[in-house]
């Protein structure tokens, strides 16, 4: 099994920025990827940014040029830096981990951190 916990997620204002980082532990393996999801209220959850192993790096074209994924190897940590905030990126925030084949494939869900952007 693999924990993953979410943290740096709030309110903030359009144009701004949060950074949320999320912890791993568990049964890792040695070449996971990871990646974070959003769920906003009455849409699908989406894939906004992943990352292998490797640091290879997907994002969704809405976030493109505004958002960064990262990875700390060493503390089993990833990170997603968020600028120029808009109100529809407001939503619930997921960290998980999981495989890259091609494209990324999630395994592990973490409970999820709320962004809300708004003036």
């Known amino acids: 099994q693999v924990q993953l916990v979410e943290s740096g997620g709030g309110l903030v204002q359009p144009g701004g920025s949060l950074r949320l980082s999320c912890a791993a532990s568990g049964r890792l393996g040695s070449n996971y990827a990871m990646g974070w999801y959003r769920q906003a209220p009455g849409k699908q959850r989406e894939l906004v940014a992943s990352i292998s192993s490797g640091g290879r790096t997907n994002y969704a074209d809405s976030v493109k040029g505004r958002f960064t994924i990262s990875r700390d190897n060493a503390k089993n940590t990833l990170y997603l830096q968020m600028n120029s905030l808009k109100p529809e990126d407001t939503a619930v925030y997921y960290c998980?981990?999981?495989?890259?084949?091609?494209?990324?494939?999630?395994?592990?869900w973490g409970q999820g951190t709320q962004v809300t952007v708004s003036s």
């Open positions: 998980t981990s999981g495989t890259w084949i091609g494209t990324y494939f999630p395994d592990f």
